[in-house]
């Protein structure tokens, strides 16, 4: 069945760096778009940013745009998010997802806070 196991979060000052990486298994991973998403305390979850099957192309929320840049290795059937100049607002337990969506991971928890 789908996994999807995300990793990389933590704790981190404002204007900080974290790279969230998210590892898939059980589905062709390399025949599917994938996306990053985050839900805040008493907030819907929402879309960071998503890459093509190919990786040749990529999308961002505003929020985030010129910060945080997503990647995919398909050999290792990896995605990742490294996130630079991060903001209190920043802070998430993040997710991963195929697109469309399969059943959600655990979330990575990411904190920025001084």
């Known amino acids: 069945q789908v996994q999807l196991v995300e990793s990389g979060g933590g704790l981190v000052q404002p204007g900080g760096s974290l790279r969230l990486s998210c590892a898939a298994s059980?589905?062709?991973?390399?025949?599917?778009?994938m996306s990053w998403y985050r839900q805040a305390p008493g907030k819907e979850r929402e879309l960071v940013a998503t890459?093509?099957?190919?990786?040749?192309?990529?999308n961002y929320a505003d929020a985030v745009k010129g910060r945080f840049t997503i990647s995919r290795d398909n050999a290792k059937n990896m995605v990742y998010l490294q996130m630079i100049s991060l903001k209190p607002e920043d802070t998430a337990v993040y997710y991963c997802n195929t697109v469309p969506k399969t059943p959600w991971g655990q979330g990575t928890q990411v904190t920025v806070s001084s």
């Open positions: 059980g589905f062709t991973f390399s025949g599917y778009a």
């Open positions: 890459i093509t099957s190919s990786g040749g192309n990529t």
